[in-house]
């Protein structure tokens, strides 16, 4: 793999929580123990915090983006951070925890490898815990952190911790998590967090940095269907580049090497790989998610929204398309209502067949007699498009699997959509 590696080396999590669970608390301390932030910021939230009254230097300060979010203590929208160290680089999106911003969280968890949920120790599972778990696994996050915060506060209880484990674990057999890992943490004295604590002395896994750095994301991707949506076709004017024609974009599934028969979708064209482009170089083989051009052999018609696929194990072209869908407006969702889709590079229109039920992100709950999906609802939904998208299960590949809904009229994003398997 070679100077692929740093591809390799990104781990996107997404972080959950209600707003005095201490999500910007931990976060602040993932940055300030992984020397992720600089000394002037940090000098900023020691004078915000002696300003302020606190006994404490105020991490959480350092994630609070906008004055106003502050001063009402809620951190609302999606905030992307950033950060490294030695071993691996992390984006962090940081979701907020109440119901009404579900659609923050989808957008946040949409795209992350492990999810972080942070629950209080005097608290236990709320239902907006359950909430935050039943989300990160509708929406295939393959990876899930349970973060039991404010350990100091009940003394270091073990009870308190395996009680809300068992609790957790019981509940997360409902849903689809693969991967769970139940950390007692204390964000504002960082113990667990990234150093061990000798308060937990009965606790025998990770620490929640020696987690993320080290747990294994490459494999959740899928190497096995290739997958190559079409963004944009390369062909330079010069001279010195005239009969170069390549076709760029990122690879969204399986493995592209050299000389691969391959097939182009909708028209069904064959051709093999003649080379894959790098920025600087021609490399031999590429897998998600890089980011290459691929020059075919045969002089076929290609164009952005096409897909390359293998021979052999190709998407099936549909039109009729059963997803769940996240609505994120405050004009409801209803059958027969005309919308834009946007499927990987491909975009057509959608018409709202029927709603088959809409889902109670509490209680897993179908309710069947709904006739509308509203703001930051989930429901499953039919829709047919004018042109065939060639998409896979969601639960297959999340780049192929989704696609989002725009209001034609506006140009805003209203839905967001994971498409079921037998689609």
Not at 76 to 92: E, L
Not at 206 to 223: G, I, K, N, Q, W
Request: hydrophobic share 35%; charged share 25%.
């Amino acid at each position: 793999m070679g100077a692929t590696d740093g591809q390799m080396d990104l781990l996107r999590f997404a972080t959950a929580g209600s707003v005095d669970d201490g999500k910007s608390t931990l976060i602040g301390r993932l940055l300030f123990d992984s020397k992720s932030i600089f000394a002037d910021q940090l000098e900023a939230v020691e004078k915000t915090s002696t300003d302020k009254g606190h006994g404490y230097v105020d991490l959480s300060l350092l994630t609070d983006g906008l004055r106003s979010e502050r001063e009402q203590g809620i951190t609302i929208d999606v905030a992307y951070r950033y950060f490294a160290t030695p071993n691996r680089k992390f984006i962090i999106a940081d979701t907020p925890g109440h119901v009404q911003y579900t659609r923050n969280m989808v957008t946040g968890a949409s795209t992350a490898d492990l999810g972080l949920v942070l629950v209080d120790a005097r608290q236990g599972l709320t239902e907006q815990s359950r909430r935050h778990a039943v989300l990160l696994s509708l929406l295939r996050v393959p990876h899930l952190v349970l973060c039991i915060n404010k350990m100091d506060l009940v003394d270091w209880s073990e009870e308190t911790y395996e009680k809300i484990h068992a609790e957790f674990t019981q509940f997360a057999t409902k849903l689809n998590i693969p991967d769970l890992e139940v950390i007692p943490i204390s964000a504002l004295k960082g113990d667990n967090v990234v150093d061990r604590s000798e308060n937990t002395p009965w606790y025998h896994g990770p620490t929640l940095m020696h987690h993320l750095e080290h747990v294994h994301v490459a494999s959740d991707r899928d190497l096995v269907d290739t997958r190559f949506p079409v963004q944009y076709v390369v062909r330079p004017k010069s001279d010195e580049h005239h009969d170069y024609r390549g076709y760029a974009g990122q690879i969204a599934g399986g493995v592209l090497k050299k000389g691969d028969e391959v097939i182009v979708l909708p028209s069904g064209m064959t051709s093999k790989i003649e080379a894959i482009d790098l920025f600087d170089r021609e490399v031999d083989e590429a897998f998600p998610p890089m980011s290459v051009t691929v020059r075919l052999e045969d002089d076929v018609d290609v164009s952005r929204g096409d897909m390359i696929a293998r021979v052999k194990n190709a998407p099936k072209p549909s039109q009729d398309i059963d997803a769940m869908i996240c609505w994120m407006t405050n004009e409801p969702l209803r059958p027969r209502q005309k919308l834009a889709i946007k499927h990987t590079t491909r975009t057509g229109r959608a018409m709202v067949k029927d709603i088959q039920y809409r889902l109670d992100v509490n209680s897993l709950h179908r309710d069947q007699e709904a006739g509308e999906l509203g703001l930051n609802e989930i429901g499953r939904v039919q829709l047919r498009t004018t042109v065939p998208l060639l998409c896979d299960p969601y639960s297959k590949n999340r780049t192929t699997g989704s696609f989002i809904l725009i209001d034609e009229a506006t140009g805003v994003t209203v839905g967001a959509g994971m498409i079921n398997s037998g689609s």
